[in-house]
C-alpha cells in the first residue's frame, strides 16, 4: 500500500487515488504512443480524444444544454476576473455580489472596465453568511450579476441560484462544481479552476452560452475572447494538456462513482459528520458560517484560544491528518472536504475533535 494521507487542502487537494494510478500506468507510454500525454501533440488524434472526451463528461455530468460550449482554458480562475469584464462590461455596470476574497477580486478587475454595483455583502461580519435573495439590490439594466457560490476561504456556500430575470447570470463556482446537480440553463457563464473539484490547477473549465460569446466584445485581444477558443475547440493555442488529461480521468472517475448525484450524497454526508461534530461540541468548536449559510465544501471553525488551535493543526499532523489550518483571513481550522475527499477522511477528523476536546476541556 501507497503512503496517503487524509488530505484536507484547500487547493491544489486531494485527487482520486485510481485517477492517480490510471495517470501513472499511462505515464510513459500512452495508449501505446511510446511518449507521456505531455509528449504528444495538441494537435495529435490522441489529444483530440482527451479534450474531448473532457468536454463531453463536463456536458454529460453537469447537464449542459446544446446551446452552450465547454471550454479549456489556461490562467485559472483568477484570468477570468477580468475576461468576464473585459468580454461583457464594457462602461455599463455590472451587479456583484461581494461572499469573500475571491468575489473581492472579482470586483477589482470589473472595476477596469466599468461600473460594479455591490449587490448584496457579508463584509461587515467577516463573510460568515450569504446574502438572501430578498435582500440583493439588483440593477435592472447590469450586463451581467456575478457571484462566488462557494467561499473556500470563509466556509460559506450559496444554497440557492439567484434570480436575475433577464440579465445573464455569472458563477464562479471553482470550489463547488461538481458537487451537486445544477441548471445550468440559468446561467449564461460558469467558470471553475479545476483544483478543488475537477482536477489538478492550471486548467479552467468555462461553460458559456453561445448567447453571451457572440455578445462579447471584439476589440479586446484575441486571446481574451470567448470566442476564439469556442470556435477552436480550446486549440487556439496549446492549452494545458496534462491538466485536461488528468481532469479528464477526475471526470471519468465522478462518472463512474455514480455522477452528481453521488457527489452529492456524499457531500450531504461528509458536511453532516462536521457540523454534526461542531454542534454537539458547540462550547469548544465555533463555527465561523451561520448555519444556513454553511459550506458543504469547507468547514471553518475556531477553537477557544490561538494556542490550542496549533496544537490542533500539529496533533492532526501526528495522526496523518494534512492540510486543516485555517486561512489567515478567519484563522482557525478549515476542513476542506472536495469531491476526492473520502467520507473516512472525515471520520477521522471527527475522530480527532472529540479526542482533542476529551484531553482539552
Ligand atoms: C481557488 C479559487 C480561485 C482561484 O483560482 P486560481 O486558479 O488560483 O486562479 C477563485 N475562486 C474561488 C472560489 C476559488 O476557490
Not at 54 to 76: I, N, Q, R
Not at 164 to 185: E, F, H, Q, W, Y
Amino acid at each position: 500500500m501507497v503512503h496517503r494521507i487524509h488530505n484536507f487542502n484547500p487547493g491544489p487537494c486531494a485527487l482520486p487515488l485510481p485517477v492517480l494510478e490510471k495517470a501513472a500506468a499511462e505515464m510513459f507510454d500512452y495508449k501505446g504512443t511510446g511518449m507521456s500525454v505531455m509528449e504528444v501533440s495538441h494537435r495529435s488524434a490522441e489529444f483530440d480524444e482527451i479534450i474531448n472526451d473532457a468536454g463531453l463528461l463536463m456536458k454529460d455530468l453537469l447537464g449542459v444544454p446544446e446551446s452552450y460550449h465547454v471550454l479549456f482554458l489556461g490562467g485559472g480562475a483568477s484570468t477570468q476576473f477580468y475576461f468576464i469584464p473585459m468580454n461583457f462590461l464594457g462602461g455599463g455596470t455590472a451587479d456583484y455580489v461581494n461572499t469573500g476574497s475571491w468575489s473581492k477580486k472579482a470586483i477589482k478587475e470589473a472595476g477596469l472596465y466599468g461600473t460594479v454595483n455591490i449587490a448584496g455583502t457579508s463584509e461587515e461580519t467577516n463573510f460568515n453568511f450569504i446574502p438572501k435573495q430578498e435582500g440583493l439590490k439588483l440593477t435592472a439594466d447590469a450586463k451581467y450579476v456575478h457571484y462566488t457560490s462557494n467561499n473556500t476561504i470563509f466556509g460559506t456556500e450559496f444554497h440557492y441560484v439567484p434570480e436575475t430575470g433577464n440579465v445573464p447570470l455569472i458563477c464562479d463556482m471553482s470550489s463547488d462544481i461538481m458537487s451537486r446537480p445544477v441548471d445550468v440553463s440559468k446561467f449564461g457563464l460558469i467558470y471553475a479552476g479545476a483544483q478543488k473539484n475537477l482536477g489538478p490547477s492550471g486548467v479552467t473549465a468555462v461553460v458559456v452560452s453561445d448567447e453571451l460569446i457572440e455578445a462579447g466584445a471584439e476589440d479586446i485581444p484575441t486571446m481574451t475572447q470567448y470566442r476564439t477558443h469556442a470556435g477552436k475547440n480550446s486549440l487556439f493555442n496549446t492549452p494545458p494538456c496534462w491538466n485536461i488529461y488528468i481532469l479528464k480521468l477526475f471526470l471519468e472517475w465522478v462518472k463512474d462513482e455514480g455522477g452528481l448525484a453521488e457527489m452529492n450524497a456524499r457531500a450531504q454526508k461528509k458536511a453532516d459528520l462536521i457540523y454534526g461534530a461542531i454542534d454537539e461540541m458547540g462550547n469548544f468548536y465555533k463555527g465561523h458560517a451561520e448555519v444556513d449559510s454553511r459550506s458543504r465544501m469547507n468547514a471553518t471553525f475556531n477553537l477557544p484560544t490561538e494556542e490550542m488551535e496549533k496544537q490542533f493543526v500539529a496533533e492532526a499532523a501526528k495522526e496523518g491528518l494534512g492540510g486543516v489550518k485555517g486561512h489567515r483571513s478567519v484563522g482557525g481550522i478549515r476542513i476542506s472536504m472536495y469531491n476526492a475527499t473520502a467520507i473516512e477522511s472525515v471520520k477521522a477528523v471527527v475522530d480527532l475533535m472529540e479526542d482533542f476536546r476529551g484531553k482539552n476541556k
